[in-house]
């Protein structure tokens, strides 16, 4: 079986191929984070503006973690499968817009003064922001804006990841670095010279696995081993503010906007708010993937009736977007099995992802008074979940650094209600509670732990309201 490389292409019929010559590809964009997501969504969409002839946007990849995919794709000349699965269909298309993938902050900060760079983006996950580190993403980009100050070079940098205005997160993080470094003049160079647009990126895109590789290599006959598998659906709302020259996205079906933060709370809020709902209810009732726990009626009703009643009151919805389409739409995306997405995948970092997308929402019903038990029920799944154990008795483990240390205080605490306090209090940013919702909320937590999701579930009556 060959392996993937620029020698085969052409050879192949059943599979999509760069429609130009990859050699006449300029370095126009720098992408930090080259895992699946990024080399299905944004990628593919650049893709498209390369296939439509204009061979400015080639990109150069930063791993800054591991060199896993390097070193997968380097072989392959940097080419990569997309697979778009559903019950129906499995279509293969390689992308060529990937140039080659650095590794050391120094060749990222080489890589951003190229004056035919005019972009970055970004998908580094929710953590990359919180690294406030010298070898963090944003003091790198601190250090990168500031050689290309030194040569008045503008840069338009663009977050993709799922963090509610996104662009200014970002922006914020890189010009606290910027301020630091009070003599140079540097951040008022980026307030002028450099923008942050905010944008909504959408497609469901699992880690792959053996099972991908495999699949796709008796599909297409060559070897792949860094292809992508994702769902047929994408979306990327990005706000049009460039301080340099882009790729016309939109003639890939991206939507330039001029306010991106409805489009982000629609789909922070619904999507990925169930899908951390399906993850830790589904964790502990024992589901490994998101399509079983969404196949499973008590935990598909949970969903519909949290999204009724203590998500969908509080949102904006943007204009033309019927929310109920919506949600009918994020549930059917969810049952596609073609797509087997873990439930452990959307339960990790849980620290960094509930202040973005379960937090809002309980803040929203407190602040107005209300009640909002179903969301309470689903922050003390998820702590249930850092506790380690699932209904049935066996072990629950997944990947959050932030919330390591936590894991191991709630092994050690006397009794569930102090395990829960412990929990909320290092977890959460809400002021303390009052004594009865500290009293409901370590209820809801211990029934969980001693009866599991099905009889809480019951418990509550969360379906007769
Ligand atoms: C998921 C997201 O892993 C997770 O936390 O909720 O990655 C989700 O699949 C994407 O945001 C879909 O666009």
């Known amino acids: 079986m060959p392996r993937l490389n620029q020698s085969l292409l052409g050879g192949l019929t059943e599979v999509g191929q760069p429609q130009y010559v990859r050699g006449n590809l300029q370095p126009g964009i720098v992408h930090i984070g080259t895992g699946a997501f990024h080399r299905a969504h944004q990628a593919w969409y650049t893709e498209q503006i390369l296939n439509s002839g204009d061979l400015r946007w080639g990109t150069v990849g930063v791993s800054l973690r591991s060199a896993t995919v390097r070193d997968a794709l380097e072989p392959q000349d940097y080419l990569y499968t997309v697979a778009t699965a559903d019950q129906d269909r499995f279509d293969l298309a390689i992308q060529g817009g990937l140039l080659r993938i650095v590794n050391s902050p120094e060749a990222l900060l080489q890589m951003v003064v190229d004056p035919q760079v005019q972009i970055v983006t970004l998908t580094i996950t929710e953590k990359g922001y919180a690294d406030e580190s010298r070898r963090g ?129 629609v789909k922070l809020r619904v999507l990925n708010a169930t899908h951390s709902v399906l993850a830790y209810t589904g964790l502990l009732k024992g589901y490994e993937f998101i399509h079983d726990a969404v196949a499973d009626t008590q935990l598909r009703d949970f969903a519909l009736q949290t999204l009724e009643h203590e998500i969908k009151p509080n949102i904006d919805v943007p204009e033309g977007l019927d929310i109920d389409d919506y949600i009918r739409g994020v549930l059917i995306r969810f049952a596609n099995a073609a797509v087997p997405y873990k439930t452990m995948q959307v339960a990790s970092d849980g620290s960094q992802k509930m202040s973005q997308r379960i937090f809002p929402s309980l803040n929203d019903c407190w602040d107005r008074g209300l009640s909002a038990p179903r969301l309470e029920f689903v922050v003390c799944a998820w702590i249930r979940t850092l506790a380690g154990v699932a209904d049935d008795g066996s072990p629950i483990s997944y990947n959050d650094p932030g919330a390591d240390r936590i894991k191991n205080e709630l092994a050690k605490c006397e009794g569930l209600q102090e395990q829960f306090a412990a929990a909320w209090r290092q977890l959460t940013s809400f002021d303390p509670l009052d004594e009865v919702m500290q009293t409901r909320l370590a209820e809801c937590y211990t029934r969980l732990a001693q009866k599991g999701v099905n009889a809480s579930l019951r418990h509550e009556r969360f379906f007769d309201r």
């Open 137 to 265: 993403v944003p003091a790198l980009l601190a250090e990168s804006l500031l050689k290309r100050m030194h040569k008045n070079q503008p840069l338009t940098v663009i977050s993709c990841d799922n963090l509610s205005e996104n662009g200014r997160a970002l922006a914020d993080r890189v010009m606290a670095h910027a301020q630091a470094d009070r003599d140079s003049g540097l951040s008022s160079w980026i307030r002028d010279h450099v923008s942050f647009p905010s944008t909504m990126v959408d497609r469901i895109t699992p880690a792959t696995t053996a099972a991908d590789r495999q699949r796709i290599q008796d599909a297409a006959g060559y070897l792949d081993a860094a292809p992508v598998v994702c769902e047929r659906f994408s979306q990327w709302v990005i706000e049009d503010r460039f301080a340099t020259d882009r790729p016309q996205w939109e003639l890939a079906g991206a939507q330039l906007v001029s306010d991106v933060v409805p489009f982000e709370q």
